[in-house]
């Protein structure tokens, strides 16, 4: 029993952690029909960022912010820093290359992931950086003989409300009504007044920024960090993306829990060294036989 | 001058999307030498009719029949080589490959020649590309498309591009060939040579299967006509029978309509 | 005449092809004798990733189909060869074809299933069947792979009794490869096989209506492409004298695909080029060694904007002009 629940709570975290990336893919996806594959690595920056943040605040204001004052420091630089970098890719690498042609575009988006990667790295160096215990939140709640972490509660009510304002804003407003109208058909779309550069300007900065609150968030979890977490997190996310049903924002909640339970309990239960072989052979078996995810719709294609 | 064999036929085809019925228990039978034609209104359920036959949908109901033999279950490509070729309503051509090539393509079901013949270029892989080849400069002879042999597909007019999408399916010698609106978008002076050209297909032993939207064209080309609105056969018969048909005009025109000659 | 019109006249010339064809072949086999050893390895490099990109291309270049995990096939390729080498002791040139069949034989059962996915989502597939193979290779199953370390103590491979040690040996060896297996699907290119490959890439519905076996050509070209992965696996293992999962990640993935494309899609001579580009490009950049892949990163996406048809695309026109010539 203390296991299930511990590996219960481990994977509703790891599956928060998803579900926050894989919104990224998703939007993105939706709209330009494009797997940003530096989406990943955008994820990565932000952990850095906010590790940066917290770093040098730390001694300069972290005494008058305060823990809580220095946090919210922290996430709204790496999500705002992290933002314009998806807004630079986005005009540097996909607005030129777009219209071209699918195939150069994920070239180009494959060529921004290894930039990306390498810049952290040519940055912040080969190494892992450890988050400090400092700017962590360390407090938890004993109940009988189960320990939650206030850091965990945290990430999962943030990913919670973060998603559900997300998901207001696409389905309920009228600018959600225009991304959608995008994500359906941006000729017609366009032909109706919408203007299309800023939906998807929209979903390049959406997306970075909630990837890079997640990666705070991991780097405050894990307590460390390194240049490759963007690769790895990434896949993981966009399997996520997929297991949901690409563009469709509670999809990618569903498929990001999915996903890190899955995780969890298979690392709990059956074999930890073999938990990634799961989740991707999951992959596999969820795109041979419902290729249009958990909650996507069979859609026959048109001839 | 009709043939008194039915060659190609439909029995109680049901096709849905979703809870959409596209197609309701629809029943066509095509006699061997003839054009028949296909009409209706928009989203009557033409193309998915074609569609079914040649196997690229499979219906819920219904049986597919050619020269006797069922076809459901076959793949379109095991469908073409019984002798069933089609074209679309916007030509799908292989736009970055020359036209010779892609007439070419009509005559790969005919050819055998496997992996290893191929990369060793055998003698009977030499004589059966060169009849490849040949059979394809043919048909582009025929359809006036021979300067354009070695352009991209992509990169001629769209008028020849129809003629194009025509002499592939020509190519693969069908026995029974599926327009899906051959003169659509065409000028006058192109949508008279795919009319003359496709008059003198059933002289030649070929079967035609016409969806098209222009009355003056179905009219002048049919010998037999079906109607078909909301996935449903509705009338049929010759051409003078379905112009003066009510229900028919009905379909086109909503309830009340009167035809202005 | 302006000069890049009259040199596309020239290009259907058979003569000044010729001669291209032949210095460059003069280049290649004269290299060894008066480059640096380094530069020889370097050029075998160049060789063995144009082995994988030739296989690649058949794949995403002929047919279209995105495979982002053709390393997968390489993996598999080099371990048939450590394992049936180091731990039982077969000789390691004679298991050149073996890992072709392996890696042919495994993309075959692995690309069944997944063969009808269409653009994303087989990349996506194929990604995660990279990552799986990579996975378990790391999990040593059956304590064959070796884990993390890998396998060790690959003998060197005996050609007529002449051992292949030396860089200008396995130069020979895997640019005689490259030659042979260009040559193969130069032919295929002229085939009706090639010409169905690139009508499924084109418009896999047409093509499947035009009795194209859509199923049966696909699994062909995957099966083809892993072939030619796995004869390369076997000569980096050979080479390496080890194997171990570090080699074969998604970069290396990635790298592949982008040899492809760079060169061109379909093309041969492209491909060869694409594969000289990745692998001298961090050589150029050996004085900033630590951002190289920080400006590859950047390149790609230049060369995707300045030339998205690739660097040499194959041009179908000018062929045929020049058979018509001939």
Known sequence: MLTFVQQLLNGLTIGSFYAFVALGYSLVYAILKLINFAHGDLFGLGAYLGYTVFVYAFGVIGAKLGLWGLLAAGFVAAALGTAAAGLIIERVAYRPIYPIGRLPAVVSALGMAIFLSNFIMAVWGPRYLAYQESFIPTGFWEIGEFRIRVLQVLILVSSLVLLGILYFVVEKTTFGAAVRAVALDRETAALMGIDSLKVIRFAFAVGPALGAIAGVFVGMYYRQINFTMGWVYGLKAFTATILGGIGNIPGAMVGGIFLGLLEAFTAGYISAAWKDVFVFAALMLMLIFRPTGLLGEKVAEKV | ?261 | MNPLKKWRELRTWAPLRLAFLALFLAFLVSFPFWGSRYWVDVGFYVGLYALLGLGLNVILGEVGLFNLGHAAFWAIGAYATAILNARFGLPTLALLPVSALVAAGCAWIISSPIIHLRGDYLCIVTIALGEIVRLVLINNPGGLTGGPNGVVGIDRPVFLGHVIRTPMDFYFLVWALVALCAFGLRQLQRSRIGRAWNYIREDEIAAEAMGVDVRALKLLAFVLGAALAGIAGNIFAAKMRMVSPDSFTFLESCLMFCIVLLGGMGSIPGTILGAALVVLFPEILRPVAQYRLLFFGLALAATMYFRPGGLWPRRRAVEFLREAKS
């Open chain 2, 1 to 261: 001058m009709m043939g008194d064999s039915v060659i190609l036929e439909t029995q109680g085809i049901t096709k849905r999307f979703r809870g959409l019925v596209a197609v309701d228990r629809f029943d066509i039978a095509v006699q061997e030498r003839t054009i028949h034609s296909l009409i209706g209104p928009n989203g009557a359920g033409k193309t998915t009719v074609f569609n079914v036959i040649t196997g690229i949908y499979r219906p819920e109901e219904g049986k597919v029949l050619f020269e006797g033999q069922v076809l459901n279950g076959l793949k379109p490509h095991e469908i073409l080589a019984r002798g069933i070729a089609r074209t679309f309503q916007n030509p799908r051509l292989f736009k970055n490959m020359t036209c010779l090539e892609n007439v070419m393509a009509g005559q790969h079901a005919h050819g055998r020649a496997g992996f290893w013949s191929s990369i060793l270029r055998l003698p009977h892989q030499r004589r059966e590309e060169r009849r490849i080849r040949e059979r394809a400069e043919e048909w582009l002879k025929r359809l006036n498309l021979w300067h354009f042999r070695h352009e991209l597909a992509r990169n001629i007019p769209y008028g020849c591009q129809k003629l194009l999408e025509l002499a592939r399916a020509l190519a693969a010698q069908p026995k029974v060939l599926l327009l899906d609106e051959p003169t659509c978008g065409l000028n006058e002076s192109e949508k008279e040579t795919m009319i003359q050209f496709i008059e003198g297909l059933p002289k030649e032993g070929l079967t035609v299967l016409l969806v098209e939207h222009n009355m003056n064209v179905v009219m002048g080309l049919s010998d037999l006509i079906t109607v078909m609105n909301y996935g449903k056969k509705i009338a049929e018969g010759p051409p003078e029978a379905i112009y003066n048909d009510p229900v028919v005009i009905e379909a086109y025109l909503g309830r009340g309509g009167t035809r202005v000659a």
